[in-house]
């Protein structure tokens, strides 16, 4: 079945540090594959997705390549602010019928100034 | 503005009681979800819904039922038979056509039961 493989947590960084978060997933044929954050005490908020082999996904800063060699997504940001403090979720979704999302155990980011 | 509305935010129970969440989206949505979340783990599938009047088992289903009479309506009751249902529950919607399927999800409710 289809499982989605992400980096563990938590991970702490200085305010400005480059941030990379892994996420890897199997599944069989062309999923979509997506970045959810989640602020503390709120729902999940997309963040950013790719629909296709080779596809950027950005927003807010964030960016994530679909790697279809290496069935990779990972999270990256150039400058973390404090405010990105949150926890990411690494999701994938089949395009064929089934539209249940596959989430990753998600990582919790903390930004200190 | 248009959104998903849960309710209520924290919700306080005793064990053996049903208990009933609202999700509510004016978003036009046709599939509506329900998943569930615990402490340092990523979000299950409870139910989901593709439209009106039908509706399918996630992963872990057994102990909560639902109904969707209403295109903007999907309410989740927690029933007596879940055995662990202090949880985050987080409701979900989607278009059913177009191929990213992106879910939209709400603001979710914190159930206790003790």
């Known amino acids: 079945g289809d499982s989605v493989t992400q980096m563990e947590g938590p991970v702490t960084l200085s305010e400005e540090a480059f941030l990379t978060i892994n996420c890897t997933y199997t599944a069989t044929g062309y999923p979509s594959l997506f970045w959810y954050v989640q602020y503390p005490g709120e729902g999940l908020q997309l963040l950013l997705k790719?629909?296709?082999?080779?596809d950027k996904g950005s927003n807010k800063g964030f960016e994530a390549t679909y790697r279809k060699e290496t069935t990779s997504f990972h999270l990256e940001k150039g400058s973390v602010q404090v405010s990105d403090s949150a926890v990411y979720f690494c999701?994938?979704?089949?395009?064929?019928?089934?539209?249940?999302?596959?989430f990753g155990t998600g990582t919790r980011l903390t930004i200190i100034p | 503005d248009g959104g998903i509305t849960q309710s209520p935010k924290y919700l306080f129970r005793k064990e053996g009681q049903n208990v009933t969440l609202s999700c509510e989206q004016n978003?036009?949505?046709?599939?509506m979800y329900w998943y569930r979340q615990d402490p340092g783990q990523g979000l299950r599938l409870i139910y989901y819904?593709?439209?009106?009047?039908?509706?399918q088992k996630g992963d872990i289903a057994e102990g909560y039922s639902v109904s969707r009479e209403k295109k903007e309506s999907f309410p989740l009751t927690v029933t007596s038979a879940q055995k662990n249902p202090t949880a985050f529950y987080l409701c979900a919607s989607s278009f059913n056509r177009g191929r990213s399927y992106e879910q939209y999800f709400g603001p979710g409710t914190r159930l206790t039961v003790t």
């Open positions: 999701a994938l979704l089949h395009n064929f019928g089934n539209e249940k999302l596959t």
């Open positions: 978003l036009n949505h046709d599939a």
């Open positions: 819904s593709q439209i009106v009047n039908d509706f």
């Open positions: 790719a629909t296709k082999a080779d």
